[in-house]
């Protein structure tokens, strides 16, 4: 290292420089960091679940059952692609990251200065650095230089830094005056903006609360399947059922597993992802709306996020006995004859006119002399920094005026002049200088909040979710701006003193802080994670690539859309018009489509638990097997459709959050009672059949539709009679389910009181629309001889619907009585009401 940077200021010859680039030690760009195309096929494709489902289907497609295979296979393939090719579009993002501008740099190659590719830069080279050009490498500043640097991209420090010989030059930010030679000596991958980089492309797969739980939904219903299925292959191997007989019956027990829950999802993020479009955020991981919902604590940058990154005039106090129209005169006069304005110059500009000056001699403003002056006929006027002009003045400003206003986060400039018309601004060498000053006044400036943040900022804090300010300008600075914003709290800290604490005094620290200063990446990141730590849920919101590490690290990453196109690409969700307050109905989205697929769950679930339940219990009575693969696409009318509208329908009300415990006080009474029912009317029909084609009391007709539907002649085939009782209890079976179905529809969402015996009556008229269309969908089914057909029913049967219709009736009259009376709470101990 110390060879390193004794290097010769000649810097390298070609020959050398070619040495090291095959070394390794060149500048090569950060390539990968998110998992491979085959890969991800291979994880989304070849999922547990979806195993399972391809094993079935292809049994089903060896024994000829191709519209079973189809309807066994086909949703583990949507989602499937529908994961793959997120996750896909994903990692095509994150590859194309690079912090690095990839324009030509010059280095000095055998003693003479060569414009090359920032990869062809290598260890060891020494680099000419001038105005506008982007630092590539890491190293120090050579003898004889002397620039500024802008690190805001990398820091969230808006100020540029001066840099003197050996300071360090970091990659990723930007000279923006001054020149000189910098050694190179980290690059690639060791550089700072390298790991940034690499540190940003890093693949992360938070799922969201819901996800969670609706993943260990379907492993607890798949184990029980696999039980189930278990019982049952043991049954069928002692009472020798053909294999056909077997691959029905597991792709029946597997198509109990909810499934189409993750293709609801789905559809209902993208959905919610096109909603809040309309309201300025675009939406990059769908997950991110749900996400927005558990929020409870936001972590936001000051600069770009709360504020537009401009500044406004607040006032000019004039000094002394000059007046105020001189001095607002003078402020817009520099301001609109300035060469090259400021930002300092653009929000005087905008607040004051000023006339048209005959510039003499200008001096710009730099950071390294802290003010700017301009020489005219209407005098010299001088802009700067109090403390910069402090020396040269003839009398002192009053310290009262200045800190009062500095200490509320406000910027203070002094205006002044010289008292000799004659004097200029620059010494004998030309350099800038500073004459006599007499003192007119104090422009003071602030930074401009976001319209709307306020108000934001309140919504939030209504909701019960938290703000925290991690900035890198100064605290008191940061503080201001946050109280302007609406965010209060205790003494704002340091970014330094998170360096000397362990995690649980940070976390501590964290906890009751929340305005943070002077923070670099690092210290985002750590408070992000120590926030995490604690349980919390956090968003991040920022735009520059200083925050690209937090935004990872935080469960929904928000970026501006003026931001840096790192941080764009990281972020979960970016605001279109850099507006915040649109996070709000983001939530507002997240929270609908929680509580749609909620109210999607307790339609889910009960059909599950009810289909199981009679799976057991006519097993247990040695009857034939209650369903067919083909009959679990009957699911599209009682869950599939239903479903949907159902989600897209449900209200931005706060989510429930005892939702697994309120699927256990549903589920279970609706899964038993309906269960009993049904397994009666299977039970009845399955009797029916077998009994009374045995005494031959059968009608002619029922004959003649048997022979239709199974293909076997009564009186000839000696397998008639069972399957004619497996039609005709299935069809029964299956009419009575659906039916019921849909008017539990009717108890999850009453319009009035007639089903609000589980929840409270809605008004909402959709629901019961719904049901209607569903019934009449169902009746067309049984009514159409190539849907009955295709769904392995009978077709329209008096002795159905006069079975079936009583027992729904009695069925409701239970179901209403166990929900008012609260009976399942009482026997399961969940008596707390909902």
């Known amino acids: 290292m110390e060879q390193l940077m004794l290097a010769p200021a000649e810097g390298l010859t070609g020959a050398e420089a070619e040495a090291r680039r095959r070394r390794g030690e060149s500048n090569t760009a950060v390539q990968g960091g998110s998992r491979g195309y085959a890969e991800i096929l291979r994880t989304n494709v070849f999922s547990f679940f979806n195993l399972i489902l391809f094993v079935i289907g292809a049994a089903l497609l060896v024994l000829g059952r191709y519209s079973e295979a189809l309807i066994s296979v086909g949703l583990g393939l949507i989602n499937a692609v529908l994961s793959a090719a997120q996750e896909i579009r994903a990692k095509r993002k994150l590859d ?87 050694l190179a000596r980290d690059v690639g991958v060791h550089s700072y903006a390298g790991r940034l980089t690499a540190e940003a492309r890093r693949a992360t797969t938070d799922k969201t609360p819901l996800q969670r739980s609706i993943e260990f939904i379907v492993r607890l219903v798949m184990a029980l399947a696999v039980l189930m299925s278990g019982a049952i292959l043991a049954q069928a191997a002692l009472e020798g059922f053909s294999v056909l007989r077997v691959v029905q019956i597991t792709a029946v027990l597997s198509g109990l597993v909810p499934y189409g829950l993750f293709f609801l999802i789905a559809l209902a993020y993208t959905a919610g992802a096109v909603r809040i479009a309309r309201t ?53 006069g520099m301001a609109h004859n300035a060469t090259t304005p400021n930002l300092t110059a653009i929000a005087i500009a905008g607040s004051l006119s000023g006339p048209v000056w005959e510039v003499r001699d200008e001096v710009p403003f730099s950071s390294s002399l802290r003010w700017s002056g301009m020489v005219a006929e209407e005098g010299t006027w001088v802009l700067g920094a109090p403390d910069a002009l402090a020396g040269r003045l003839l009398r002192p400003v009053p310290s009262t005026e200045i800190t009062d206003r500095t200490g509320r986060g406000l910027r203070v400039l002094l205006l002044a002049r010289t008292q000799d018309p004659e004097s200029g601004l620059r010494d004998a060498a030309g350099r800038p200088g500073l004459p006599v000053l007499e003192p007119v006044a104090l422009a003071v400036l602030a930074d401009e909040v976001r319209p709307g943040v306020a108000a934001a900022v309140a919504r939030f804090r209504s909701d019960g979710v938290e703000l925290k300010v991690l900035s890198g300008d100064d605290p008191r600075t940061v503080a201001a701006i ?55 849920y956090v968003a991040m919101v920022g735009d520059g690539v200083n925050d690209a590490r937090a935004l990872k690290q935080a469960q929904v990453g928000v970026a501006m859309r003026s931001g840096s196109p790192v941080t764009r690409d990281v972020a979960d969700i970016v605001l279109v018009e850099d507006d915040f307050s649109a996070l709000s109905p983001a939530q507002y989205e997240g929270r609908r489509i929680i509580n749609g697929i909620g109210i999607s769950l307790y339609v889910f679930l009960s059909r599950v638990a009810s289909q199981g339940l009679v799976i057991l219990s006519v097993t247990m009575l040695g009857l034939s097997f209650p369903y067919s693969p083909t009959q679990v696409g009957l699911t599209l009318f009682t869950v599939g459709i239903p479903t949907v509208f159902l989600t897209f329908w449900a209200k931005p009300t706060r989510p429930d959050p005892h939702l697994l ?174």
């Open 280 to 332: 300025g955020a675009l939406v990059q991981q769908v997950n991110a709306v749900e996400s927005m919902t558990s929020v409870d604590v936001i972590c936001t940058d000051k600069t770009g996020t709360l504020t537009t990154g401009q500044l406004v005039l607040e006032e000019v106090v004039p000094l002394g006995d000059h007046e105020y129209g001189e001095a607002a005169g003078a402020l817009g």
């Open 96 to 182: 194309r990251l690079q912090l690095l501008d990839r324009a030509g740099v010059l280095v000095i190659r055998d003693g003479r200065e060569t414009e090359v590719a920032p990869e062809q830069v290598v260890r060891g080279d020494v680099l000419r650095v001038c105005p506008g050009d982007q630092i590539v490498v890491d190293g120090p500043l050579l003898d004889g230089g002397r620039l500024e640097a802008d690190e805001s991209l990398l820091t969230g420090e808006s100020d540029p830094v001066v840099k003197h010989p050996g300071d360090d030059l970091r990659s990723g930010s930007l000279c923006v005056a001054g020149d000189g030679h910098q």
């Open 482 to 536: 946050a109280a302007r914003a609406g965010i209060t709290g205790e003494e704002p800290v340091m970014g330094a003193v998170l360096d000397d604490l362990d995690d649980p005094a940070l976390d501590a620290l964290v906890a009751r802080t929340s305005v943070f200063g002077r923070v670099a990446p690092e210290h985002k990141e750590r408070i992000v994670r120590s926030l995490r730590r604690q349980g919390r």
């Open 661 to 834: 415990r309120n699927l256990v006080r549903f589920v279970v009474p609706a899964a038993v009672v309906t269960a009993t029912f049904g397994t009666a009317i299977y039970a009845v029909f399955y009797t029916l059949v077998t009994h009374g084609f045995g005494s031959g009391r059968a009608p002619e007709r029922i004959i003649h539709e048997f022979e239709r539907t199974t293909g076997l002649t009564y009186g000839v085939d000696a397998d008639f009679t069972e399957a004619s009782a497996t039609i005709l209890a299935q069809t029964g079976l299956s009419t009575f389910f659906c039916f019921a179905s849909f008017l539990l529809i009717l108890f999850l969402t009453p319009r009035s009181r007639v089903f609000a015996a589980w929840t409270p009556p809605t008004g909402d008229k959709r629901p019961s629309w719904l049901v209607l269309g569903l019934m009449v969908a169902f009746g067309a089914v049984l009514c159409v001889p190539v849907l009955w057909q295709y769904f392995g029913l009978m077709g329209p049967s008096k002795a159905v619907f006069f079975v079936v219709l009583p027992t729904l009736v009695l069925w409701y009259l239970t179901l209403t009585v166990v929900f008012r009376l609260r009976l399942f709470d009482r026997l399961l101990g969940l008596e707390q009401p909902v």
